[in-house]
């Protein structure tokens, strides 16, 4: 019988090195794994970053890159989580042509329903802002569509354990060495 495979989060809190999202990133390439998402920024630590990626795998394979990753001189500390493990959302940018706003009526309906943000409204365009999950993206996406997308930009999952991770012990060892 084989291992089921699911959406893991693998957070790698690291030194902030040139060439570590290369090495990383190949560790998920020999293995024939690909990335959902990727995001990286400055983790609860000073000068340590973290890693927020996103892949479909089984747990044997999420355990075995865990250990790979965790071999690189600059990682501190990596670990994998389920969606059940965490708290997690995404956040995206639509720019639509300012007309639609004004003659358009269901475009205001739409924004209000899906609790959607304009950030900014000039003569040629509007930028609408919403942070959600996957599939509350995707369903706004293809509601705007039918009135004509611009431009559209998805961010990368950034997300929080449920559980009290250890790492900010760790970490503040890190720091003090």
């Known amino acids: 019988m084989s291992e089921e495979i699911k959406t893991f989060t693998i957070s790698v809190y690291t030194e902030n090195t040139i060439g570590l999202l290369n090495r990383i990133s190949a560790i998920f390439q020999r293995r024939h794994i690909n990335i959902e998402s990727l995001t990286t920024s400055q983790s609860?630590?000073?000068?340590v970053n973290r890693f927020?990626?996103?892949?479909?795998?089984?747990e044997t394979q999420a355990k075995k890159i865990v250990?790979?990753?965790e071999k690189?001189?600059?990682v501190i500390r990596a670990y994998y989580h389920t969606d059940h493990e965490t708290i997690f959302t995404e956040s995206c940018m639509f720019k639509i042509k300012s007309d639609l706003l004004f003659e358009e009526p269901q475009i205001q309906n739409i924004i209000k329903e899906?609790?959607?943000r304009i950030v900014t409204v000039n003569k040629e365009f509007f930028v609408l802002e919403k942070s959600g999950r996957r599939h509350e993206i995707e369903a706004l996406r293809r509601d705007l569509n039918a009135y004509g997308i611009m431009q559209f930009v998805r961010s990368g999952r950034i997300a929080v354990t449920k559980d009290e991770m250890k790492?900010?012990?760790?970490l503040s060892e890190f720091k003090n060495q």
């Open 114 to 116: 899906s609790d959607t």
């Open 67 to 69: 250990g790979q990753i």
């Open 167 to 170: 790492i900010t012990e760790l």
């Open 72 to 74: 690189q001189v600059e």
């Open 52 to 58: 927020v990626i996103v892949v479909n795998m089984t």
């Open 44 to 47: 609860e630590i000073e000068n």
